[in-house]
């Protein structure tokens, strides 16, 4: 069964981590994840983080679900996150960054491949609302990937409940259920 969904604005780019626009980050939701969610009553929720608490005034720990397997099969790991909040900042011609949520983060390390601490500039209480807009790109993909690649579907590998199927621009966004998929159906 196909379920088609229309759009007030076009989606610009399927680059999660290029311009922080609506249409953009519903269509990311569905393939890319992040650590952390938001529920119906806009409480905070695990996603790709089972669990995250403060170590202390400005080092938080994330301890990641495991079993999640990205599109193509590969493992998601600590190292993946690591990437993606580096990717971050280094997006060309953003027009609307979402460095915003990264800035204060001072610095992040791999404890294993499951867990990750966060260091932040000064205290930041509110890091793991700010980790909602961040989702998450395998590591393999991160440090040379180019927002047209995005686009063109070439790196569209996440880990979320939909698979990238087609993209044309001002058009349409067809995705595929993920089978795979790690939560719920």
């Known amino acids: 069964q196909?379920?088609?969904?229309g759009l007030s604005t076009p989606v610009t780019s399927l680059d999660p981590h290029f311009h922080n626009l609506t249409p953009n980050n519903n269509v990311a939701d569905h393939v890319f994840e992040k650590l952390v969610g938001k529920d119906a009553k806009e409480q905070l929720k695990p996603l790709l983080a089972e669990t995250w608490k403060a170590?202390?005034?400005?080092?938080?720990?994330?301890?990641?679900?495991?079993?999640?397997?990205?599109?193509?099969?590969?493992d998601f790991t600590s190292d993946d996150v690591i990437a993606s909040i580096k990717?971050?900042?280094?997006?060309?011609?953003?027009?609307?960054?979402?460095?915003?949520?990264?800035?204060?983060?001072a610095d992040i390390t791999a404890v294993d491949k499951h867990t990750l601490r966060i260091k932040t500039l000064r205290a930041h209480p509110l890091l793991p609302n700010d980790l909602v807009a961040v989702r998450i790109i395998p590591a393999r993909l991160a440090a040379s990937a180019k927002s047209e690649e995005f686009n063109s579907g070439k790196l569209m590998v996440g880990t979320g409940p939909y698979r990238f199927k087609e993209y044309v621009a001002g058009d349409r966004v067809v995705l595929e259920r993920n089978d795979a998929y790690w939560g719920a159906r």
């Open 2 to 5: 196909d379920l088609v969904v």
């Open 55 to 74: 170590l202390d005034d400005t080092t938080w720990e994330f301890r990641l679900r495991k079993g999640v397997k990205w599109h193509d099969g590969a």
């Open 87 to 105: 990717r971050i900042p280094t997006v060309p011609n953003s027009p609307a960054s979402f460095a915003t949520y990264t800035r204060p983060i």
